[in-house]
């Protein structure tokens, strides 16, 4: 019986390896089969890779030929061109410096200066490149706390207006020179006359008479930033609040609202360079004619057409001229509208490396800024540099290696022009500034439409996006967008209240959205902003005035 037990056991056990040897060469099958679906995809892949292989082979010889043809074409188009030149040079219609321009010659100057490179050294950490630039500065004896640099390089970022504003030496400018210097790029500081009206105080004009136009030195930063697309440039136009900001800077302004591609400044027509342009051909084709006629082709510069007296008097004659003096004269006016074409063009796209800053004071001599400009651009207040802790800067810089160099970043480090995000109903920084702005904004008569909201989502995307504290963004949002416009009579009643208790009912309600512990520590504290502009009202017969 035991026996039969014992059999009935080994044969049931039996019977469980057979399912699991049966079921592990079922496996065993189904391995196989996927490996050999696997071999074969393997070797599909490698007969896809082997013709894309000999596709891009055949593409590199099919480039290479292009190249050598374009390259061909283009020694053509260049020895064309250096023929012309040269006849303009030799006749002095065009001076060196325009001849290496129209022949795209450029002299590079070797530089044995050493740089941080923001991408191999700082591995792209934008937090790196704030501490970097502060003890670069440091070095020198330009003293700014970290938040500073850390707002101001995320506003550069945004490619808007920015305004600094604060009292006279309180840094304003010197941090935009300095800040240029850190990251070898180029400061061009612009002063604003107070007798500025029009856009043409800042941009120029086409005079008729001189058929020339007149630059500026705003346009002339904006042209030789053109020139030089590698290079940082930072444009400031200094006490920016001289002249009604309004009256010459506003249509400016709108060509920056474009954020979908870089926006063109229109200067003069083009029908005026076609006209010059026609004029001086049939001037080159005049003397080309002459030349031929006395057989003097080897005639090249103006003085020996000058001396030549043939050549003289028949060219006096066509032109219509009494004495050689007139040629001279109407040669120096070809000259110059020659150069005014070339050098000032009719239209000029915005250049990707510029960034427009100003810089304002506020006093009884200066103009407030008017509520398009607020509304387009980020205000930056500045205090005294006396007031910051210099020992606690340089404590929080001691580590930083190679402090004397400057960081070396592409333009595309200083942020991309594009548009804005869109609003998100989901966004609690959305809803919390739509909110505000039923609750407060719109009844002290603070406007803030879709545009600033999305501007306040384009600086946070930014702001977070360098390694910054996101619990800062609403602090410093209502800093540059929100106190700029609280200029009104807080004594007058909305919805039966006094403008100041309500103004006083938002400062109560933002400290429970604000991290006040790490504004203080890390940037402005806006809710002291607040305080102060409540208490000078107090002190202002209940007058607000956030510039006051």
Partial sequence: M?????KDKVNIRINKLKKKEDNKIKQIKKLELKRKDIILDINLKKNNIEELIYKIENLKEVLKKEEQLMGKKLEKLRSFIKDKADTLLGLEFIDQEEYNNLLMIQEYKESDEKFIDFHIDLLEDKQSLISHIQAYLFEKDIIYPRYIIEDFYALIQTNDLIVLAGESGSGKTNLIKSFADAIGGKSVIIPVKPNWTSSEDLLGYYNPLEKKYLATPFLEALLEAKDNPEVPYFICLDEMNLARVEYYFA????????????????????????????????VMKTIEVVKEKYKKK???????????????????RIFGFSDKDSLIKYHTDLRRMLSGILNTPSSITFPKNVRIIGAINID????????????????????????????????????????????????????????YPRYDREDEFCNIITEFTKEYFSPLGIEVGLRTIRQGLNYKKIFEGQGSNGDLVLNNFILHKILPKMTFDGNKKVNNENKNDLLQKFTKNLIEHINRTLAKEKSIDVIDELEQIIKLSDSNDGIVNYWA
């Fill in 2 to 6: 035991n026996f039969l037990k014992l």
């Fill in 251 to 282: 249509d400016f302004l709108s060509l920056l609202e474009e954020r979908g591609e870089l926006p063109e400044i229109k200067l003069y027509s083009e029908d005026e360079s076609a006209h010059i342009l026609s004029e001086f051909k049939n």
């Fill in 298 to 316: 080897n005639i090249v510069s103006f003085i020996e057409l000058l001396q030549d007296e043939e050549i003289n008097r028949e060219l006096t």
């Fill in 364 to 419: 009884e001599t200066t103009h407030y800024l008017s509520p398009k400009i607020l509304d387009r651009a980020h205000i930056m207040k500045f205090d005294s540099p006396l007031l910051q802790d210099w020992t606690k800067i340089a404590e929080k810089i001691e580590d930083v290696k190679n402090k004397e160099l400057r960081v070396k970043l592409i333009i595309e480090d200083l942020g991309e022009r594009e548009a």
